[in-house]
């Protein structure tokens, strides 16, 4: 069983994608409010504890790149900040799923590589101190590409478009960002873009380590408004009726895989094979799956993520990092 690792990490170096659009990238805003309010779950297959449950993805890839070299020979290692639906997170069964995830089998297949799971906290992996300390060959966890992340590490082209969310407890006032006065506490995650986005506005702030915490907070009243990726807020807020999404804020963020500094080979590599994604289909299915499906992802439950909190502390000293 490949082995998964929880780490913290602090700082360090990157570039900026050659093309913005170059992949046909999908603002997913729309689509992930369209989700909010509906119940369910989405289905995933496989097993195996740690690892990434098998996808069900219909479209076949037509490409193979045998030459790519990995950490460990045979394994793509993919360091992600679990959980973050609908992009990573815990099934009923412990196996990590989501629309990254999907990206990430995908990519291991035209590899001929088997997907291994490091879980990284955040802020290791926006920083690229998780790839310099080569805890893993790729790091794919909802990552906007800014120019201060571009200086530590690689990225591929754009994988999807997205905009920052704002949300509101229903009782607060809010209606708009210009509501946003010293008296109105916002939430947001440690780290992110929209940590920085508030900061830079002059926000009061609350800082809460994962998106989970985040709407914790919003509906248990520790804060008043949320701000964050909309893809991922607008899953996350979808089955409280306290909490009501407020505004789309058009900031034009883009996500993208990332490599070590220096890894030219490896990213350009995963430019093909997004590329063939775009071509064949893949990357719509995809999308499909995870922001147009009606259904809100649920995670697993307490008992299957905490077995794999415990295997996790056990395999921690098999770790670099």
């Known amino acids: 069983m ?22 046909g990238t999908l603002t997913v805003a729309a689509l992930a409010l369209s989700a909010c309010g509906d119940d369910g779950s989405s289905e995933s297959g496989g097993s195996g504890g740690d690892t990434a449950a098998s996808t069900d993805i219909q479209t076949e890839l037509d490409i193979s790149i045998d030459d790519v070299e990995l950490a460990s020979e045979g394994t793509l290692s993919v360091c992600s900040d679990v959980p973050y639906p609908p992009f990573e997170y ?19 297949d035209a590899f001929g590589a088997e997907l291994e799971v490091v879980q990284t906290g955040f802020e290791g992996i926006q920083s690229g101190v998780a790839l310099n300390a080569d805890s893993c060959d790729l790091a794919i966890s909802g990552m906007s590409i800014t120019e201060e992340r571009a200086g530590n590490m690689l990225f591929s082209e754009p994988y999807l478009n997205d905009n920052l969310g704002l949300l509101a407890a229903e009782e607060s006032g809010v209606e708009s960002a ?25 926000y009061s702030t609350r800082e809460y380590p994962d998106s989970g915490l985040l709407i ?51 990213i350009d590599a995963v430019d093909e094979v997004l ?36 295997s996790t502390e056990d395999s921690s000293t098999e770790d670099d990092g």
């Open 90 to 108: 815990h099934d009923d069964a412990g196996n990590v799923v989501g629309f990254d995830m999907d990206i990430a089998q995908g990519l291991a």
């Open 2 to 23: 490949p082995s998964t690792t929880i780490e913290t990490f602090r700082e360090p170096r990157f570039r900026i994608p050659r093309r913005a659009a170059a992949l």
């Open 178 to 202: 210009d509501d946003l006065d010293d008296s109105i506490t916002v939430g947001v995650q440690a780290d992110t873009t929209g940590a920085t986005y508030a900061t830079d506005q002059g």
């Open 216 to 266: 914790q907070g919003l509906e248990s009243g520790q804060v008043e408004a949320a701000m964050g990726n909309i893809s991922i807020l607008g899953y996350q807020a979808g089955e409280d009726a306290s909490v009501t999404f407020v505004e789309e804020i058009d900031t034009g963020e883009q996500l993208g895989i990332a490599a070590q500094e220096g890894n030219q080979q490896l």
């Open 275 to 310: 590329a063939e994604m775009e071509s064949s289909g893949y990357m719509d299915e995809v999308k499909t799956k995870w922001f147009e499906s009606g259904e809100t992802p649920e995670e697993g439950s307490e008992e299957s993520a905490g077995e794999s909190e415990e």
